[in-house]
């Protein structure tokens, strides 16, 4: 079961503005629907305020929707409202991408505050 | 023939604006002049407003192509109108990618609404 | 429904053995179990006797197969049976490649007759 | 010799604007200076007003520079100004694409009215 | 749990000798010493005698590895005996590919029976 | 027209054999039942005897195919045989491989004397 | 130990604008939780001032980290610091690509300054 | 050494703005450090007023950098400035790309005037 | 220092013999001439006999490379002699990749034992 | 001039047959009819008998044929006897790849010696 109580965070190390991204290559739930695996890739982007996620503990809440039936749109918001919350960041994305059933792959992008700047016009 | 009361729909699942695109890599119908098959990608992606697309019927609905006679303009102003019909988004875009026949590959791209910030400065 | 009687050959140009390769990229049968259709490549090698195949009639047998309910299995005998009896060619491969449905993709390979010493050493 | 009488219309399907792509990969006219032939892509973007330029037309009309002594920026700007007579497009651009030669490749692009609002924000 | 008893099978479609190859893209299992989760692609080929594996039983084969803790090796062997035992093939081989961890990605193969020989000379 | 008196040779600068191979990205000839050009790429590879083939004569012999009516297997055929009779080479391969048409694409491969061991075990 | 001493200077040899990127592919520091080594690609990126970094100096300088433990967003921030020091550029931006651990891999973006417009709009 | 007089040009076949780019794969200079050969790739866009470039005097003009000991910000800079008082052009951008030495590759970009608006927003 | 009392190893599973390899991406050492860190990958094949080399420890073992002074040769001749030394197998392969230095990248391969006929015929 | 002398050796640090390979991305020299640079690739692979070529000085002595007029083949050539007068390898092979002229690029490739087993079964 999804579990944000897993997430720690640590202090961000300096108060010039950053961006940071983390890819998770391996997550895989279940549809609910058919109980089938589904298996993707979460990419999540943030600026930080005062914290940052710490990266062991972002691997096991990911780990944690291992045996999850959930659909791709309802993983992509909840991953973005639980981080939200965890680290009240100055602009936040999280974008899934899904390997796809049926010859239609999918990519879901939820996303917290406004595009900073320095990464709008990289 | 094209059927768009194959669709169905689900309840949008947050209230927070985000985006969904769906790409389906086995596109086939007819070419109305001289009956040979054409293949295409189709991407859908859109912004919802109270409804998403259930995925599955997106895929009945693109097979109800496949003995088509119809033109690569149509096919892709004819799934917008019908997904803006069914869907009400707040911004919604079709690009159809044809592997093309004679040494000449094409792609269409039609939109409903204005692109949202998110996705304009990815 | 495949239909051999579409397919036309026409003399080998020369005595020189020699290798042959055609390669259609937007094969599309159907599921026999489910209906659902299936999409692939189909790769023809051959090294020809007296005749060869025309290329537009070979395109046409290829559609014949698009309303047909076959697996992957029977496609690549088939078309392997149908040319070795046109042809009677010195050896003949079908490799079929499939986009795969439910994260499985796969691939067949039937032959006909010894691999020629060029192409083997390639 | 560059023939524009060879392009043909059909009346745009939908009063709702959109972008239509062709890419022409198997270009070729003739280096006026040297007689060598060059070899390129052109790529055709353009949104229409009321009627859209037909496929095949296009390749025969692509074809006819096949024996003229022309340089990579005349090809460019004719086709352009070819089209745009055609067509009155509400935007249009052609690039041109060129393998090169003596280790250097170019590329021409020229355009015709404002970028649409959706092409620019892709 | 591992669970060979869900694999079926059907009668080869010819008695001429061909080669299938089966390349499952999305095997997870969990590693046994750490309980973290692993995954890689997992590609089964071999040339049937009498019965080939059907496609969706081999996909739930698969699946009920999900929850298993198992070695790389054990893994691979597991499947090439569960296979050979079923299909008393006259060769196969099973490829798995992991995604590794700390840096270090890794195969493994493991065959039974001769590879043939259009297999071999491809 | 093909015009195998466009090629010179120079003399083989060492007696040591060893395995040339040049490739040609642009050749083009016309197809002749609808007159529509053919595009291709020609890999000529040889292990010569006491003459090679001078690289900018070759080019011009390429391009006397530009205006010619020629199906793929004449055009391989013709240039294996034109070279070998103007390098009497220990080994020759000429490799032609087609854009295609109508989403066919095909290769040629045609051969004179026996692969040299260093080449066959690269 | 990162050692900002070993930078050194040359003076920029024009005083129109233009922009610099050094992309190291071989950085390589510790992880100062497990004293594993950490693996990634250096990307600066500046709009000089007075004074460019000599190339030599920077690799010096990047090798100053490798017995270092440091966590990822103070290796970035730290090069970022440092340079802008070093240089007070217009613009300077230090992107890190990680290889990751345990199926994450990451990336961090730091910046000094509005991004150039040239670059903005490449 | 650099030698501008040995650029031609040629009168602008149209008014209407467009935009050339020549990519030039095979440029090479020495270190003035070292005296070691540099190699690099030279890419000129550029936006024409009444006169363009000749390609094969672009040629002859980068091939006199090959003996010249000079730094990649002075190639770029120096490249930029010659080809502006050649053309007086609208706007012109030279970007190099490095293929390094060290572990560190590097590109350098300079530019002459406002980016066009077709080009900012393709 | 290269330290093979690092290595462990645990029982091979089964008595069928099969192939493992183990890649490496992130192996550095030092220059022994010029102290600069060489980078490299490590790719391990080995045929088991009765024990395999357990992966937690390998990378123990090749990051005991980090500080050593060592040649491309050595480092893999020493790692093929390590290896050999702790698992008797039946055949063992180490290549090694490097990044290269002043535009020369290399490989080194080295063998112990006769290349198993599955693998050699893949 | 091309200047063997500049070769050095060191001695081959085991007793055990093995494959070095060094692959030069650099090298130029000029054609000698046109005087016209030529760019390309030289890859050399050999078995060490009791020495081995420093790699350093392979470098200086490839930089030797930077302002020389010479083909291609001789190139080839000339490297290989160089290599195999100093190194007396068990086997020795230079293949050389150049980027090419008028649309055709070629590859060269020269052997001393019997191919190893284990590189021939790779």
Redesign the interface.
């Known amino acids: 079961m999804p579990n944000a109580s897993l997430l720690e965070t640590f202090a ?3 108060r ?11 997550f ?1 739930s279940l549809c609910p629907k058919t109980g ?2 589904d ?1 993707g890739r979460i990419i999540l982007r943030y600026c930080p305020n005062t914290v ?1 996620v710490e ?2 503990s ?2 096991l809440y990911y ?1 944690s929707f ?1 045996s999850e039936g959930i ?1 791709y ?2 993983v ?2 909840t991953i ?2 639980d981080l939200t919350a965890l680290l009240s960041p100055k602009w936040l ?1 999280v974008a899934s991408k899904w ?14 505050g ?2 900073p ?6």
């Open positions: 961000t190390p300096t010039t503005p950053f961006v940071i991204e983390h890819t998770a290559e391996e895989t089938q695996p298996f940052c990266l062991k972002l691997k780990q291992r659909f749109e309802a992509t918001n973005r409202d994305q390997r796809g059933r049926g010859g239609i792959h999918s990519r879901i992008i939820a996303t917290h406004e595009v700047a320095p990464w709008a016009r990289r």
